[in-house]
């Protein structure tokens, strides 16, 4: 199983690559000093519920980070927690002098909706960004870069759907040059080509990435190392990605589903704990089942992105048919997680 889940890895990222490979572009972010930002025993609790409990890291230079857990357990609040929206019960957050945070968080700012989109970013943030290799990229080639045509870019805000609101939000975040960038969820909104011109400029990008995602391949691209949220108020690191994650946790619970001794009797309360657990077990093996067809699926629908391309109502059909698979999948993963926490407790 793991070979055809790296199949489709590897399918999946070859597939996003093709569709975007004409929008490499690197801004070049505010210098900053040897401190980036550093939290330090904080612990954070709503309701009696302990969300965070005393959990210290050091955020470094170029570092791209993945944040995984189950749905609840305190992710946007540590985020939150991060950019100073929110202050944690106990502990401290220190930034770095030129630490610069740019935040795309999953409900947006509210956007001026009389203003024309090419306006609203060359007042409310410049006239044009600085590239690494030291040109200047104008508002509007920057708004081209994220899919907005020049008709677009003359259109007045309220016009815009939903999803290119998030669109121009993540624009004029990336406009301001932060060098510690903050990304909750960026997958749910965003179409299969803005996600690929996401991708290659986070995986370029030379300050820092915090990302939250459910969505395993986008983390694969994005983060290559874990902070797991295990529901308790504990946070774990794990080097690796989210694939790699994800296949590390069911070898354990495969190895704590073998009998503890060579019959495999077990009796009383602990025969009733292993009872349990293969239940749980067995379930983990049914979603597993589920996620795995329902990756086949995308995959399915990538390739038909990809080969009817220039057809904008096709595209646009399927990318509907991804969205509302995208929903289902995100129940699956989440309950996968709960179930894998609900056996390591």
């Given at each position: 199983?793991?070979?055809?889940?790296?199949?489709?890895?590897?399918?999946?990222?070859?597939?996003?690559?093709?569709?975007?490979?004409?929008?490499?572009?690197?801004?070049?972010?505010?210098?900053?000093?040897?401190?980036?930002?550093?939290?330090?025993?904080?612990?954070?609790?709503?309701?009696?519920?302990?969300?965070?409990?005393?959990?210290?890291?050091?955020?470094?230079?170029?570092?791209?980070?993945?944040?995984?857990?189950?749905?609840?357990?305190?992710?946007?609040?540590?985020?939150?927690?991060?950019?100073?929206?929110?202050?944690?019960?106990?502990?401290?957050?220190?930034?770095?002098?030129?630490?610069?945070?740019?935040?795309?968080?999953?409900?947006?700012?509210?956007?001026?909706?009389?203003?024309?989109?090419?306006?609203?970013?060359?007042?409310?943030?410049?006239?044009?960004?600085?590239?690494?290799?030291?040109?200047?990229?104008?508002?509007?080639?920057?708004?081209?870069?994220?899919?907005?045509?020049?008709?677009?870019?003359?259109?007045?805000?309220?016009?815009?759907?939903?999803?290119?609101?998030?669109?121009?939000?993540?624009?004029?975040?990336?406009?301001?040059?932060?060098?510690?960038?903050?990304?909750?969820?960026?997958?749910?909104?965003?179409?299969?080509?803005?996600?690929?011109?996401?991708?290659?400029?986070?995986?370029?990008?030379?300050?820092?990435?915090?990302?939250?995602?459910?969505?395993?391949?986008?983390?694969?691209?994005?983060?290559?190392h874990l902070l797991v949220f295990d529901g308790q108020g504990g946070i774990h690191t794990f080097t690796g990605t989210y694939s790699e994650y994800l296949a590390q946790k069911k070898s354990n619970n495969q190895e704590k589903s073998k009998p503890s001794n060579e019959n495999g009797y077990s009796?009383?309360?602990?025969?009733?704990?292993?009872?349990?657990?293969?239940?749980?077990?067995?379930?983990?093996?049914?979603?597993?089942?589920?996620?795995?067809?329902?990756?086949?699926?995308?995959?399915?629908?990538?390739?038909?992105?990809?080969?009817?391309?220039?057809?904008?109502?096709?595209?646009?059909?399927?990318?509907?048919?991804?969205?509302?698979?995208?929903?289902?999948?995100?129940?699956?993963?989440?309950?996968?997680?709960?179930?894998?926490?609900?056996?390591?407790?």
């Amino acid at each position: 199983q793991k070979a055809r889940t790296d199949k489709i890895i590897s399918a999946m990222n070859t597939e996003r690559f093709s569709v975007q490979e004409n929008y490499s572009f690197q801004v070049d972010p505010k210098k900053v000093g040897k401190k980036i930002l550093e939290v330090s025993n904080i612990s954070k609790s709503f309701d009696g519920n302990k969300l965070i409990n005393s959990f210290s890291y050091t955020f470094k230079h170029y570092e791209k980070l993945g944040i995984i857990g189950p749905n609840g357990v305190g992710k946007s609040t540590f985020l939150n927690i991060l950019s100073g929206r929110v202050h944690s019960d106990f502990g401290s957050v220190s930034l770095g002098v030129n630490t610069h945070i740019g935040y795309f968080d999953q409900t947006s700012i509210e956007l001026p909706l009389y203003m024309r989109v090419l306006e609203y970013i060359q007042k409310n943030v410049g006239e044009y960004i600085s590239l690494e290799n030291g040109e200047k990229l104008s508002a509007s080639k920057l708004l081209e870069r994220f899919q907005f045509s020049s008709k677009l870019q003359s259109s007045l805000i309220e016009k815009l759907s939903g999803g290119e609101k998030r669109r121009l939000y993540l624009v004029q975040i990336l406009m301001h040059n932060p060098n510690f960038l903050i990304l909750d969820e960026p997958t749910n909104d965003f179409d299969i080509r803005t996600l690929s011109i996401l991708e290659e400029f986070l995986m370029g990008f030379s300050g820092c990435v915090v990302t939250v995602s459910h969505d395993r391949y986008f983390m694969d691209r994005v983060a290559d190392h874990l902070l797991v949220f295990d529901g308790q108020g504990g946070i774990h690191t794990f080097t690796g990605t989210y694939s790699e994650y994800l296949a590390q946790k069911k070898s354990n619970n495969q190895e704590k589903s073998k009998p503890s001794n060579e019959n495999g009797y077990s009796f009383g309360k602990e025969g009733i704990k292993k009872k349990n657990l293969a239940k749980t077990q067995k379930e983990i093996q049914n979603v597993e089942s589920e996620i795995e067809k329902l990756e086949n699926q995308k995959k399915i629908i990538h390739e038909d992105m990809a080969k009817h391309r220039t057809d904008f109502l096709k595209v646009k059909d399927l990318n509907e048919d991804l969205k509302k698979l995208d929903e289902t999948l995100l129940l699956k993963l989440n309950r996968w997680e709960e179930l894998n926490h609900s056996v390591i407790q």
